[in-house]
């Protein structure tokens, strides 16, 4: 079989394709992952969710955990630095029955950091170690890791990172190209990732500057992965999916019709709604909808009047206006199809 067109197996499932949403806060909630599952994810990530907040029973760390009908799979990924903490919050997760519980252990972002979490874990490899041994006593969902190459280029430690992680019982490491001092600037080393990929035993998933079905594409091949994270590059795009899943496949690729991203975007925001209330909903979506219609026609003024939609009404009004409006992939679409 063609190594590029193998299907990662994790925690005894086989997956139908190496294609997976990450864990990206603001965007990857389960309206959201629903879609992008519909569209050929083979495994999407919850937002990033606080053991510390989760134990505490804070009211909106459970619609953290919330989990769309239409996702046969999904992961939670907590964060935190206290390993009881995060045992406790394991535990409790559990009961979602989630394919895997991540952990985090790359957030560059500071105020994560400052409390001794993400990727101010890469610093102490025994306390990651530390932590998922923990996680992995308290429950029997297996337990996966997300890290950086290492807190800047003068201490790249991944491997030993990663060593920790599996040695304590990971089922699974996910390594993003950049250092935490890099954040999301300059250039995602892939060669990490391979190095990664032929060091351990466990399944290597690779993350960073993945925008296209060709790049998601050229992960695979170059580094020997057995799966590729879409972060930035599926904001507001799940249609990247279903090109990359074609473009895996030997398919033509799809090209969408605004009218077919409109109806996409309808069915996410009436999850949404289901998922949030109308209220919570509709704000939330204002960012979705930006997202959406970047880089199409009259994307600009449509995006004017969304920011201003408080009702499904409103927006479903908008959505129309959208539908409505032809480009140059219509007409690509339309002759694909003929």
Not at 51 to 59: K, Y
Not at 86 to 96: E, N, P, R
Not at 113 to 136: D, N
Not at 188 to 204: G, N, S
């Amino acid at each position: 079989m063609d190594m590029n067109r193998k299907t990662p197996a994790l925690a005894g499932v086989q997956l139908e394709s190496p294609f997976f949403l990450a864990p990206v806060a603001g965007y990857s909630d389960a309206a959201y992952r629903s879609v992008c599952y519909e569209l050929g994810a083979a495994l999407c990530y919850t937002e990033m969710v606080s053991s510390e907040a989760l134990i505490r029973h804070h009211p909106k760390t459970s619609l953290l955990l919330q989990r769309a009908e239409a996702e046969k799979h999904y992961a939670i990924q907590l964060f935190g630095a206290k390993p009881e903490v995060l045992a406790q919050a394991a535990a409790m997760v559990s009961a979602y029955r989630p394919l895997v519980i991540d952990l985090n252990c790359g957030c560059p972002v500071p105020k994560i950091v400052k409390s001794g979490a993400g990727s101010a874990l890469l610093k102490t490899p025994e306390k990651i170690a530390a932590i998922v041994r923990a996680m992995r006593e308290a429950t029997d969902i297996p337990i996966t890791v997300k890290i950086r190459k290492g807190w800047d280029e003068a201490s790249v430690n991944f491997l030993e990172a990663a060593d920790a992680a599996v040695g304590a019982g990971a089922a699974a490491v996910t390594l993003h190209g950049r250092t935490r001092a890099q954040g999301y600037s300059g250039k995602a080393d892939w060669t990490a990732i391979a190095e990664l990929a032929r060091h351990l035993a466990v399944p290597v998933f690779g993350s960073g500057d993945v925008f296209s079905p060709e790049a998601a594409l050229a992960m695979l091949a170059e580094t020997g992965c057995s799966g590729v994270m879409f972060a930035r590059g599926a904001m507001g795009n799940p249609f990247v999916f279903a090109r990359t899943v074609a473009l895996w496949q030997g398919r033509p690729l799809p090209v969408y019709t605004n009218a077919e991203i409109a109806e996409v975007a309808r069915r996410h925001l009436e999850r949404s709604v289901q998922f949030l209330g109308e209220k919570t909903a509709c704000v939330e979506f204002r960012k979705q909808f930006c997202a959406y219609t970047r880089g199409r026609p009259r994307g600009a003024a449509l995006r004017e009047q969304a920011v201003h939609c408080s009702t499904r009404a409103e927006f479903q009004a908008v959505l129309d206006l959208f539908a409505a409006e032809t480009s140059d992939s219509d007409a690509e679409a339309a002759a694909d199809r003929s």
